[in-house]
């Protein structure tokens, strides 16, 4: 088994061998081509998207600057929607469902490194998968941790620390990120806290 195939598998592995550190410039050369394209060329992003990513939905947008690890590790659904200053560390595989929107300076963390120094200064890391449902909002510099599943529905408020699956319908916030409540009908009226819609197509 080579390093990438112990890499896709979750084992211990070394990035620097057996084609991965080619892998990554690739990379960089598609993430470096999506971060520096001139304003007026911005309706190029959704087919550079497609090309990095390993699946996508036929509707995406991302704002640039995005940074990734390998591209193909990632797939997102429909309407995927992520703001400025989104990072993907995928290691491990990055997934991600329907009508998500992510907020700027996010961050989601598929890769880890050993705890003990001897063991980590062996170059050894590690991926875990990262799973997103369908119609989750996750708020403003959030960090998302490996091995995380946030179920479908969810909200994660902004500045949360994902070190926990977060089951589906619920508000969750922290850090480390915790439920806070239930997101149930009585919270359709409503766009902000108190406020409610004054119109009538929500």
């Keep these: 088994m080579d390093q990438k195939e112990r890499m896709l598998q979750g084992l211990p592995y070394r990035a620097w061998q057996d084609g991965l550190e080619a892998e990554r410039e690739a990379c960089k050369a598609k993430v470096y081509a ?12 959704p087919a550079l998207l497609k090309d990095l990513f390993g699946k996508t ?19 997102v659904g429909e309407n995927f929607f992520a703001n400025y200053n989104l990072t993907v560390l995928d290691v491990g595989k990055v997934t991600i469902g329907d009508n998500v929107q992510i907020a700027p300076n996010v961050s989601i963390y598929a890769a880890g490194h050993p705890i003990h120094p001897a063991s980590r200064n062996s170059g050894y890391e590690w991926g875990a998968p990262v799973t997103i449902g369908s119609n989750v909002w996750i708020g403003g ?18 500045g949360s620390v994902v070190t926990k699956d977060i089951p589906p319908d619920c508000i969750a916030a922290g850090n480390p990120c915790r439920v806070l409540r239930p997101v149930t009908e009585a919270d359709r009226p409503y766009y902000y806290k108190d406020r409610m819609f004054d119109v009538t197509d929500y």
């Design 34 to 45: 999506l971060n520096t394209l001139p304003p007026a060329e911005r309706r190029r992003i």
């Design 57 to 75: 939905g036929e509707k995406l947008w991302l704002e640039p600057p995005f940074h990734c690890d390998y591209g193909y590790n990632i797939e």
């Design 141 to 158: 510099s959030v960090v998302i941790l490996p091995g995380v599943t946030i179920g479908d529905n969810a909200v994660i408020g902004a």
